[in-house]
């Protein structure tokens, strides 16, 4: 094996070690075999292309247009031409994949199950890096720089994952760089000849070339290894870093006194909302019929810096027997405990326990710890959700309304905290709330006013498809459209809330789900939801719904009728196949006492059907098939002017004129390149001119012998220019091991072409055509397969095009620079001294 393959071997081996630093992350890993099979596809490509060899653009060009085919045969096949060629529909489906997959990428925790979108980013992402590491260490020779990408994905890989065994994969990337730089060490010092040698051998005789260096180099690569795992174990450990796990600071090593760390779980909420399938998520048993005020919550959002609402950091403790009171609720308001036993999707992993507030015990299995400011369970030393199955006990808390507006003010302490409203928040949002709850005479008229706001009388629309948004006007933003789901309402209300003095916050988790068959209850992506929480005291922290269309208007905000009694009106379906819709989510005429406790039907999007399909448009017919013709030419590119130039070369030969006098010819560089390609001859000045048959003769002549030196080329014996045609002859005879009647016809074109260079009176030959044909007969019959292939489809002497090419531009550069200089140049200078 050459040194060249031997390194592309290795900057292949060194990619696929440090991708397996990935395989924590998605379950399952089946996606590394496919990355295996194009990382080898992309590598010998790139070794066929530089033992041609091509210039080194030209080599990544061939690379990238293989990785784009395979991804598209892969990933793309049904918007694909031919199924391998990119269109525009295949480019948007890639896009499609890419942003499902960034979607799930933030939706799950490690490890993610292997939707199209996260293979896609998986295998396109492990190719990328292998075509950049073996840009860098084989074509352009830079091993050492090589190792960025190299870092870039291990430090994706270990930024994600929050396993034990980091170290491992740590162990198999840096192996695999430092066995690249081996390799390419290795490859340098075989340039240099027997110069290095280690102690002799057994048996005696010399080691064999750079064997001491190489082992010297293991030696080092084993040492730093050695350092770099021993010295950070010495180390203070400094955790919650840019490159800490997604554990959101509930990683391994949590006891006693620990805190969790604020982290935001609303990063997919939208994204669960706007899914094409509803997966489900949970389901549950539980031993009350009355299920419509029994959401599954998961974390408060509490910390509330004007842009955005997160959970703060709090310390945790272990999980007890059984919770605490909730902080408030006074033994007067009506309760009734009930029984839950919930059971997690294998694919659903989060950190965060769902659980029906305010739940008073939890029976689970695993590493589990308690948030008690929150109610909350998070996982420590990486637990989660994924296939648990746990028992709940909760409350189901029924304050009146006169509960809620004769409640005294709170604690100043809790006060304090759940009312702070930051500086940078916008004015228009506390004198929004000023304005809709003008009138009230206390709190709970306030927090009723703000529900029905947003609710039924404020003009608002759900709707999944507008951001989320950032920045201190993103409140007022909203205030200002009117459109947006569940977190615009939450926010928006909470904080409107705490401007006017009652402590708020936000509860992200599920709605109650759809009723099953089995009588148990379905819980899907679909019934995400985020809801505002706000304290009263006496009852504890109370749920609002100010999302229109969604989820249950709590029974003590709903206004009595004439008669005292709620009108009995259908109430929303809650079944997980309604999508969430992005048009109004009440009717006008719906009236607003019927919106205000959900009689009105959901309205869901509707999907116009299509007046007829005539098929795709011309001009996009056109586009695939021009860009199918260029990715199928580019690569045979080669091979088509070379199948030409032979053509060129040999049909104009066989009409020269024969037998005439010639002109003693000037030759230019390369041998007379012009000539070669059937292009008239210049004559030398102050000789006398020849015909124009007569220069025609001697440019085919020349043609034919460079026809033949290309020939031998394609098939391995390489030009070369300093030796006269009869010393190339001999070469050709030799290198080739051609027969002697071959031989023969090799010295008859040689002996013609110095006859129309050196002869007084030269004079042209024929049969030269079929000299040609004979030599290319015999080294087709004696080459190897390969050889042959190579001579077909990637001849060698096509590098004359690109030298052509190149001389061509140098003239044209020069033409206008001398057009520009006389253009240019002053009056003065033109009229002379």
Not at 133 to 139: E, F, K, P, Q, Y
Not at 337 to 342: C, D, L, P
Not at 547 to 572: C, D, H, K, L, M
């Amino acid at each position: 094996m050459s040194g060249r393959a031997r390194l592309a071997l290795c900057a292949a081996t060194a990619t696929l070690m440090t991708s397996c630093a990935l395989l924590p992350l998605v379950s399952p890993a089946t996606w590394l075999f496919q990355a295996v099979l194009l990382v080898a596809v992309v590598t010998g490509v790139g070794a066929a292309t530089r033992r041609v060899p091509l210039a080194r653009p030209l080599t990544l060009a061939c690379q990238v247009v293989v990785a784009l085919l395979l991804l598209t045969l892969i990933f793309a096949r049904q918007q694909a031409l031919a199924g391998f060629v990119p269109g525009p529909d295949a480019f948007h489906h890639f896009g499609e994949l890419l942003q499902s997959g960034r979607d799930d990428v933030g939706r799950y925790t490690s490890p993610a199950p292997l939707t199209p979108g996260i293979r896609l980013m998986m295998v396109g992402g492990v190719l990328l890096i292998g075509l950049l590491v073996d840009a860098l260490a084989v074509t352009f020779r830079a091993a050492a720089p090589a190792g960025l990408p190299l870092l870039a994905l291990y430090a994706v890989a270990t930024a994600l994952s929050h396993g034990g065994a980091d170290w491992v994969w740590f162990l198999v990337a840096a192996g695999g760089y430092l066995m690249l730089l081996l390799a390419e060490g290795r490859d340098r010092l075989s340039q240099w000849g027997r110069v290095f040698t280690g102690a002799p051998r057994a048996g005696g005789g010399d080691s064999g070339g750079a064997v001491a260096p190489v082992r010297t180099g293991r030696r080092i690569g084993a040492l730093a290894l050695g350092i770099a795992l021993v010295v950070p174990l010495a180390l203070p450990s400094l955790r919650g870093g840019l490159l800490d796990g997604t554990g959101a600071g509930v990683g391994a090593g949590l006891g006693d006194g620990n805190t969790i760390s604020a982290v935001n779980p609303l990063v997919s909420l939208r994204d669960s909302l706007n899914v094409d399938q509803d997966r489900q998520v949970m389901a549950y048993r539980t031993n009350t019929d009355d299920t419509q005020d029994m959401y599954l919550r998961i974390v408060a959002l509490d910390d509330f810096d004007g842009t955005t609402w997160k959970p703060a950091q709090r310390h945790i403790t272990s999980v007890p027997d059984s919770l605490p009171t909730p902080t408030g609720l006074a033994g007067s308001v009506r309760r009734t405990e009930i029984e839950t036993r919930i059971s997690a999707a294998d694919w659903y992993a989060q950190d965060w326990l769902p659980m029906p507030y305010p739940a008073t015990s939890v029976r689970i299995k695993g590493s589990w710890r308690y948030e008690p400011v929150g109610r909350t369970l998070v996982g420590d030393h990486g637990q989660n959700t994924r296939g648990v199955q746990y028992d709940v006990k909760s409350l189901i808390v029924q304050p009146t309304a006169e509960q809620l507006a004769d409640a005294p003010e709170p604690p100043a302490s809790l006060k304090r905290e759940f009312t702070k409203v930051p500086s940078s928040l916008p004015a228009v949002v506390a004198q929004t709330a000023r304005r809709v709850t003008a009138g009230s005479s206390n709190h709970y008229e306030e927090a009723v006013k703000l529900q029905d706001y947003f609710a039924v009388d404020g003009g608002f629309t759900y709707n999944t498809q507008v951001q989320v948004g950032t920045g201190p006007n993103a409140i007022a933003r909203f205030l200002k459209d009117k459109q947006g789901f569940c977190v615009h309402f939450s926010f928006a209300m909470a904080a409107m809330a705490r401007t006017l003095g009652i402590p708020a916050r936000v509860a992200v988790g599920f709605t109650p789900g759809s009723p099953q068959g089995d009588g148990s209850m379905s819980v899907g992506l679909r019934d995400a939801h985020a809801w505002p929480e706000l304290y009263f005291e006496g009852v504890g922290w109370t749920r609002f719904e100010p999302t229109p269309n969604r989820g249950s208007t709590p029974s003590y905000t709903q206004a009595n009728t004439p008669n005292g009694e709620i009108p009995v009106v259908p109430r929303p379906s809650l079944s997980s196949s309604t999508a969430p819709s992005t048009a109004p989510s009440t009717s006008e005429s719906c009236s607003a006492a019927l919106r205000k406790i959900e009689g009105c039907p959901s309205q869901s999007a509707q999907v116009a059907a299509g007046s007829g399909d005539d098929g795709p448009p011309w001009y996009r017919l056109l586009f695939w098939a021009l860009l199918g013709l260029v990715l199928v030419a580019v690569p045979l590119t080669p091979m088509l002017w070379r199948l030409r130039s032979r053509s060129v070369r040999l049909a104009s030969a066989q009409h020269a004129p024969s037998a005439l006098p010639l002109a003693r010819v000037r030759r230019g560089d390369r041998g007379g390149e012009r000539y070669a390609d059937g292009m008239g001859m210049a004559v030398l000045p102050g000789e006398p001119a020849s015909s124009r048959a007569t220069e025609v003769a001697v440019g085919h002549t020349l043609a034919v012998w460079r026809e033949l030196t290309d020939t031998a080329w394609d098939y391995g014996i390489a030009p070369d220019d300093a030796l006269t045609p009869r010393k190339a002859a001999e070469r050709i005879v030799r290198l080739g091991r051609l027969d002697p009647e071959t031989a023969g016809a090799v010295h008859r074109v040689a002996g013609a072409v110095e006859q129309v260079l050196y002869a007084p009176v030269p004079r042209s030959e024929t049969g030269l055509v079929d000299d040609v044909r004979k030599l290319r007969a015999s080294l087709r019959s004696t080459a190897g397969r390969c050889t042959r292939l190579r001579a077909i489809v990637a001849p060698p002497s096509a590098m004359r095009a690109v030298w052509a090419a190149a001389d061509r531009w140098a003239d044209l550069r020069t033409r206008w620079a001398t057009r520009w200089t006389a253009l240019t140049r002053r009056p003065s200078d033109q009229r002379g001294g």
